[in-house]
């Protein structure tokens, strides 16, 4: 047995790798074997459950209440247990209920009737990329577009709009002064000028503007349009010109486009005057100087312009 052990010994323990882990794993056994020596020793079997002897039990029923444990709240001891129930005298048995038990409460749970809140979208951030490039030029109106001639594409069809309204206008306030030569509205612009005057410088006005042959239409030349002017025209030279503020106006209400444009050919037709200007400068005319307001380009113009109809 010796030799067998030396064997062992010399060919065994050269193999076993004692590294670290086995070295740590010892270390740990040797620690704990002083613990497992106080548990009591080896761990015994158990074996079959033996029947207590009769008197075994009482002995081994403690008489004494058991000492409370700290921070524990403590049986109650005998003594202390509430007394027993008297049984009821109209019972049958001792200790049952005599009263029915309660009723079971319908607990009735509100269902939730409004609606759960919508569920917040998915929250996308964009990108957006700066431009590199220079945005286009905002685009000209017919009031920028210098002139003087006439652009056919910006300036011509605003014109051409605004002589067809003139047109149709100017016929209207003929109609009026011949067939009502008295009418309020024929008073408040011309007073009491002759209806002759008016209904001739009317009717040479509307022949003007039917038929503009000869004359030089001119856009926004800016020597000619100072300030805010709308337009002007020259009898001499047969030029009618229309300035930026022409383009910008409307084609309803005093100084509308259309009406601008009997102002001036009342010039160029009827040789009409400037003695004064705006709506409160025409109606003053009529009332204080009649002969002058018949002579007034402003006053054709805001008589057509405001005609009842
Ligand atoms: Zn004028």
């Given at each position: ?14 193999t ?158 003929i ?71 022409f ?11 259309w ?12 040789n ?8 409160a ?16 380009a ?12």
């Amino acid at each position: 047995m010796a030799c067998l052990g030396q064997a062992v010994i010399q060919r065994v323990l050269p193999t076993l790798r004692l590294d670290r882990r086995w070295l740590l794993a010892a270390a740990v056994v040797l620690l704990a074997l002083p613990a497992l020596a106080q548990g009591g020793g080896p761990p015994t079997i158990p074996g079959p459950v033996d029947a207590p002897a009769p008197g075994a039990a009482a002995a081994a029923v403690p008489d004494a209440t058991p000492a409370p444990v700290p921070g524990e709240i403590p049986a109650p001891a005998p003594g202390d247990a509430p007394p027993p129930r008297t049984p009821d005298a109209t019972t049958q048995g001792p200790g049952l209920p005599t009263t029915k038990p309660p009723a079971l409460e319908r607990v009735v749970v509100a269902l939730p009737t409004d609606k759960p809140p919508p569920l917040a979208p998915p929250r996308q951030v964009l990108v957006v990329e700066a431009p590199t490039t220079k945005p286009p030029p905002l685009e000209r109106g017919p009031a920028d577009i210098p002139g003087p001639a006439c652009d056919a594409e910006h300036h011509r069809p605003l014109i051409d709009e605004a002589l067809a309204m003139a047109r149709t206008r100017i016929r209207e306030a003929i109609r009026l002064v011949q067939e009502e030569p008295d009418h309020p509205h024929v008073r408040r612009w011309f007073g009491s000028a002759p209806r002759k005057t008016i209904r001739i410088t009317l009717e040479l006005t509307a022949a003007r503007l039917d038929d503009m042959t000869g004359v030089d239409i001119r856009c926004n030349d800016p020597p000619d349009c100072p300030g805010g002017r709308f337009a002007y025209a020259s009898e001499r030279t047969r030029v009618l010109g229309v300035c930026p503020p022409f383009f910008r106006a409307r084609m309803d209400g005093t100084d509308s486009r259309w009406g601008i444009l009997i102002h001036e050919a009342s010039h160029l037709a009827a040789n009409t005057r400037d003695h004064a200007y705006r709506p409160a400068g025409a109606l003053r005319l009529a009332k204080d100087d009649a002969a002058r307001a018949a002579e007034n380009a402003d006053n054709y113009e805001y008589f057509v312009e405001t005609l009842p109809r």
